[in-house]
C-alpha cells in the first residue's frame, strides 16, 4: 500500500460527506477500498466521486454495459483491482456469467486483432477516415 | 506500411475464398484494408477470420455493445486503425452519436481510476476477492 | 520469481563491484531487491545501474521531481514494484504527502485525457506540430 | 477524426459557456482541437475542463513540474496529440530545452526499468511495503 | 479470482476434449490453471487452445523463438501470470539462463527507446516507408 | 516533431562522434531520424548508443532474434515508428517475409491469452512460481 485505508473514523469532515454521499447513491453501507485509499485527498475524493456518479449515472447507455466497458479497459491496462471491484458490480448489476465469458473473448479477441493491425501498420481506409456529417 | 495492400486479383486461392466469406458474412463486396494486409499469411488469415466472426457473431451479447467494448480496448491501446473502422462498424450497426460520446466518457473514466487505484495500490476487498460458486 | 534473489556472499566479483558503487552513492548500506535479482546478469547490472545514477543523477531537474516523473511512468505501465519502489524514493528525498496526492491527481487526469484525445482522434493543431527554432 | 472539430459558430450555448472560461483562464483567444472535438458533448466538456481546471491550477506542484508529468504519462501511453500540446504548454511555462531532454531521458528510463522489473518479477522490498504512518 | 478453477471432474464433456488434447500435444498430464479458468466457456476454450497449438507449433520460427516472444509481450503488458508461465516453459524448450538474461535486456532496451521515440515525435525516415515488393 | 531533425553540419562535435561511431559499426553512411532527434542531447544521445551497441550486439542471441523481440515490444507499446525501423533492420538481417508473419502470428496470440488471463485473474500455478536453483 502507498497509503492507509482510511476507517470511517479517521475522515475528515469533507471526505465524510462524500462517503455519505456514496452510501445514500449506492443504497448500501459497505465502502469499497478505493475510496478509502483515496480519502487522504478529499477534494480529490469529492471530485473523482462527483465524475464515477455522473458518468456511470442514467444516460443512455444501459448501465450494465457501461460495467462492461469498465471491465475492458481495466483488462486493457492490468489494473487488477479494477477488474475484481467492477466483475463484482457487474454481477450486482445483472451481467450473468455467460456474458462475462463473451466479454473477456471479445475483449481477448480485440487485443489480438490491435496487435495485428498495429505491426502490420496498416493506413485507414477512405471510408473509414471522415468525420460524419453533425 | 510494413506490407502491401492485396488487391483482388493478387489474391492467392486460399486467401480469396476468405475473402469470399467476408463478403457473403457482411453483405457487402467491401474489405478492408486488414484483411488485405494479413492476406500475405493466409493461414494467418483464415484463422483471423474465423475467430472474429465467431466472437463477434451471435452470442448473448448485443453486437452494438461487442462494437464498444471493441472500440474500448483500442482506445486503451492506442490504435488508431482499429478506433476508426470499429466506430464505423458501431455506427453502421446503429450506435447513435449519443452512445459514442458517452461510450468515450465511460473509457475516460475507467482509464482515470484505473491509474488512482495503482498509484495507490489498493489491496482488493475481501468481498471482491473470491469467485462466484459456479 | 523467475530468478532468485542474490544475498551478498552469491555475488560475483563484478556484481560485488556495483553494489560496492550502490552502496557509496546513495550512502546506505541496504540495497533493494531489483538490484538483487538483475545482479545475475553483472554485465546488465553494471550498465544499467550507470546509466540510472547519470539520468538520476545531477542535472538541470530537480531530483524530487525525477522521482515524481518515475511514479508517472510506473502507475502508466501498471508496475506496483516500480511504484512502491519509487514512492519510498520520493518520500526519502522529500516529496511530502500533500505532493504525492497531488502528483496522483495529475497522472489520473493524463490518463483520462489522454483516452478522450485518443478516442476522438484529434488532428494535432498546426501552432502544436512544428518543432522550435533550435 | 471521429467527430468534426466545432468551430465557434457551431457551438451550443453550453459549450459556448465552457469555451468562454477556457479563454478567460487561459487569458488567449485560442482553443486547441481537444476541446473542438468534445464539444459534441457539452456535459463532458464542461465536467472534463473543471476538472483539468482544478488538478492543473494552483497547488503544492510547480505547473511546469505537473506539465512534465503529464508528458510523462502521455509518453507512456502513446498520445502523440497529448505529447505535441502538452510540450507546447511546458514550453509556455517556461520548461527549457535543456529541461525537456532531461525529462525525456527520465522517462525512457522509467520505462526501461520498469520492464526489467515486470521481467525478473521483483518481489517487494518489506522496506517499501507499508504505507508510512499517517 | 474471477472465476473457479475447474478439476478434472468438474469440466463439460467438450471442456474435458480440449484438456484431452492439450495432454497428447504437451505429453504432459499436467494442465496449467489458465485452461483451469478458461474451461467455464467450452467454445473459447477450444477456440483458444487450437489457435495457440496452430501459432506456436511447427511453423518457420524456432519454438524457443516463438516462447521469448512470447515473453516479451507478456513483459510489456505487465502480465504476471504470463511471464510466470512463459518463462517456465522457455526454459522447458532449452532456453538457457544466460539466454533469458540477454532476452531481457533487449526488452528493457526496446522499452526504453520505444519512448524515446514516442516522446521525441521522430517522423519515419523514408527509407523504412515503403512496403518491400512482393 | 517536439524537436528539429540535426543535419550533419549542427552536430555538436560530441554527437559528431556518436553519429561517427554509428556509421563505423552499421558499415553504413545512412543515420536514421531517431539518431537526429536525440542529438539534440549529446549526453543522452552517447549513453543511448552505447547502451543499444552492447545489448543488440554480440551475446548469445542471435541478432535475428534481437530483432524479432524488438518489434515485438514495439508493436505491444503501438510506436510505429519502432516497427517501421526495426523491421527494416530485420529483413536487413536476413529474416524473411514469412517469418515476420509468423512473428506477427505470435506477438498477436500473445497479445490475446495475455489479456485473457488478465481478465480472469489466474493465480499462478505452483509449478510456476519458483526462481530455478542457480
Same mark, same amino acid.
Given at each position: 500500500?502507498?497509503?492507509?485505508?482510511?476507517?470511517?473514523?479517521?475522515?475528515?469532515?469533507?471526505? =465524510?460527506?462524500?462517503? /455519505?454521499?456514496? =452510501?445514500? !447513491?449506492?443504497?448500501?453501507?459497505?465502502?469499497?477500498?478505493?475510496?478509502?485509499?483515496?480519502? @487522504? /485527498?478529499?477534494?480529490?475524493?469529492?471530485? !473523482?466521486?462527483?465524475?464515477?456518479?455522473?458518468?456511470?449515472? =442514467?444516460?443512455?447507455?444501459?448501465?450494465?454495459?457501461?460495467?462492461?466497458?469498465?471491465?475492458?479497459?481495466?483488462?486493457?491496462?492490468?489494473?487488477?483491482?479494477?477488474?475484481?471491484? @467492477?466483475?463484482?458490480?457487474? =454481477?450486482?448489476?445483472?451481467?450473468?456469467?455467460?456474458?462475462?465469458?463473451?466479454?473477456?473473448?471479445?475483449?481477448?479477441?480485440?487485443?489480438?486483432?490491435?496487435?495485428?493491425? !498495429?505491426?502490420?501498420?496498416?493506413?485507414?481506409?477512405?471510408?473509414?477516415?471522415?468525420?460524419?456529417?453533425?
Amino acid at each position: 500500500m502507498v497509503v492507509s485505508l482510511l476507517s470511517d473514523p479517521e475522515l475528515s469532515p469533507d471526505a =465524510r460527506a462524500v462517503f /455519505d454521499d456514496i =452510501r445514500a !447513491t449506492r443504497k448500501t453501507d459497505f465502502v469499497n477500498n478505493f475510496w478509502r485509499a483515496l480519502a @487522504h /485527498d478529499p477534494v480529490a475524493l469529492k471530485r !473523482t466521486w462527483e465524475s464515477v456518479k455522473q458518468v456511470m449515472g =442514467r444516460g443512455v447507455l444501459d448501465p450494465k454495459v457501461k460495467e462492461m466497458i469498465y471491465i475492458a479497459v481495466s483488462v486493457t491496462n492490468g489494473c487488477g483491482y479494477c477488474i475484481a471491484s @467492477h466483475t463484482a458490480a457487474a =454481477r450486482q448489476k445483472g451481467v450473468t456469467e455467460a456474458e462475462l465469458m463473451e466479454l473477456i473473448s471479445v475483449i481477448g479477441m480485440a487485443n489480438e486483432t490491435n496487435s495485428l493491425v !498495429t505491426a502490420l501498420r496498416v493506413p485507414i481506409d477512405d471510408a473509414f477516415s471522415a468525420a460524419p456529417k453533425s
